[in-house]
């Protein structure tokens, strides 16, 4: 299909708007008129899910993205068939898959190990040596984004041909069972000596090297302590009232509670090994028109200002990040009847655009607290590990930024929680029940004692000259903070 048209800057001109007509065609070709699509406007930036009409509008005010030239949204296979089309490709250059896919490993290796990192066999540095088995590991995933996947073909390697399965397992919510069953279809059909992985297992072990692994970390299974650090060699819990074992059965090394954390510190830096990522997180300062009047994105907050004003060293660079954490109890179970909660804790980046920063690439897994019971006031024994690498992030940590091609010193800071009225007494400290139930009036909070109900009524307080009687809410300080 012919994507000449996207190159066009002048969104009135004919040839543009015959192109989105032809593109919303092709877009629509197997599904219904009134069925929401991605947007790959520069503003949805195929994020925002919209009707043919308002993809339509936003292509002909908005332009399209530029960079978007495989239509994967809208059903078009990751690979062409004939790479020698150049109406198929618009400008009749050959895939580049393989490329970027070699450009984003080399920048990654860059981001950990400096410029040289591929030739380190003939390098003296002391911290390329150092590091042996993590960078031959590397180099060979490196190896497998160039080996093709069976001898003559040349639109796979052996890298992207997982990450592609995998990708698509992501998208289309396949289960487990339906991937080792796929791969096995794929192992008959293809060459014997096609690299095809046996598993799911095998396929994940492949793309480990590219980093993001979790730390399972022993928890006491009353809550107490984490067998880490100090506690790391220790079989009982170490509080003189607790004496509780580590591990299930005398003998045996399987834990009684495992907490599951996702490091922070690589996955912050590996946002700015993609050189578009990269100038994103400069949009709030760079890019974003700031307007006293209106509140669009959280710069706009006064938070957000009080804390350049308080940190002027940390807002001069607008590459440093700012972060909101979201937290609630959930029962994975589902419909079941079995009593369990589990806490996850996600971290949002909110530097990015408000069309980016709370979407799904962006929203950080930090740890999952495990139950049956909800942690309660002993939360904060379990943010342990994430407090610890805030304070690192705070001091600072070297990182490599795709976008400039210079490393910088990344730092980040944790500016806000999200989360309903009794998950904030989980991450305060502040009991958001009883006589002083308002985090912001405190002592001051009026409350009443109701005898027949044994209930506590907060009927207001001297904050507030009336009653907010056709809103059936009462105003008090943290009415008024928000």
């Known amino acids: 299909m012919d994507k000449t048209w996207m190159k066009i800057s002048n969104r009135k001109d004919k040839a543009y708007e015959l192109g989105v007509k032809n593109f919303l065609k092709f877009a629509y070709s197997q599904k219904v008129e009134n069925q929401k699509i991605p947007c790959p406007c520069t503003q949805c930036n195929n994020f925002c899910n919209q009707t043919k009409t308002v993809v339509e509008d936003h292509l002909l005010t908005q332009d399209i993205r530029k960079s978007y030239t495989r239509w994967i949204h809208r059903g078009e296979q990751f690979r062409h068939q004939n790479c020698g089309d150049s109406t198929e490709h618009g400008d009749g250059e050959e895939d580049s898959d393989t490329e970027d896919l070699n450009d984003m490993l080399h920048d990654i290796g860059t981001a950990q190990w400096g410029d040289n990192w591929a030739g380190r066999e003939e390098s003296t540095d002391d911290s390329l040596n150092e590091n042996h088995s993590d960078t031959d590991n590397f180099l060979k ?13 040349h639109f796979y390697s052996k890298l992207s041909f997982v990450v592609t399965l995998l990708h698509l397992k992501t998208m289309s919510g396949w289960t487990i069972k339906s991937f080792n069953a796929l791969l096995e279809i794929f192992r008959h059909a293809l060459p014997p000596e096609a690299t095809v992985p046996k598993s799911f297992a095998d ?5 480990r090297d590219l980093g993001f692994k979790s730390e399972k970390i022993h928890a006491c299974v009353n809550d107490c302590v984490l067998f880490h650090k100090e506690n790391e060699n220790l079989d009982t819990c170490p509080n003189l009232n607790c004496k509780e074992p580590r591990y299930k059965m005398a003998g045996s090394r399987v834990p009684r509670k495992v907490l599951r954390y996702f490091p922070l510190k690589h996955r912050l830096q590996r946002l700015y090994t993609h050189k578009e990522i990269g100038s994103d997180m400069r949009w709030h300062k760079e890019k974003y028109v700031h307007d006293d009047n209106i509140m669009r994105h959280p710069a706009d907050s006064e938070a957000w200002k009080h804390f350049d004003r308080l940190h002027p060293d940390f807002a001069v660079d607008p590459r440093n990040v700012r972060l909101g954490l979201a937290t609630d109890g959930f029962n994975p179970f589902g419909t079941m009847s079995s009593a369990y909660s589990i806490w996850p804790i996600y971290l949002v980046p909110y530097n990015l655009p408000p069309w980016k920063c709370m979407r799904d690439p962006f929203f950080f897994l930090s740890m999952l607290i495990p139950g049956p019971k909800s942690p309660g006031n002993e939360i904060d024994v379990y943010m342990e590990p994430l407090i610890d690498e805030l304070n690192e992030m705070w001091l600072g940590v070297e990182t490599y930024d795709a976008y ?12 806000w929680t999200i989360n309903d009225f ?3 007494a989980m991450l305060s400290g502040w009991s958001t029940k009883g006589y002083q139930a308002c985090p912001i009036c405190m002592v001051e909070t009026t409350c009443v004692h109701l005898p027949h109900r044994k209930k506590l009524c907060y009927t207001g307080t001297k904050y507030g000259d009336k009653f907010w009687e056709d809103q059936g809410a009462i105003q008090c300080k943290e009415t008024q903070a928000f």
């Open 141 to 153: 995933l490196l190896e497998d984004a160039k080996k093709e996947l069976y001898p003559g073909n």
């Open 203 to 207: 396929a994940k072990k492949l793309i």
């Open 404 to 415: 400039s091609g210079k490393k910088f010193d990344l730092r980040a800071a944790l500016l």
């Open 422 to 424: 009794s998950a904030y």
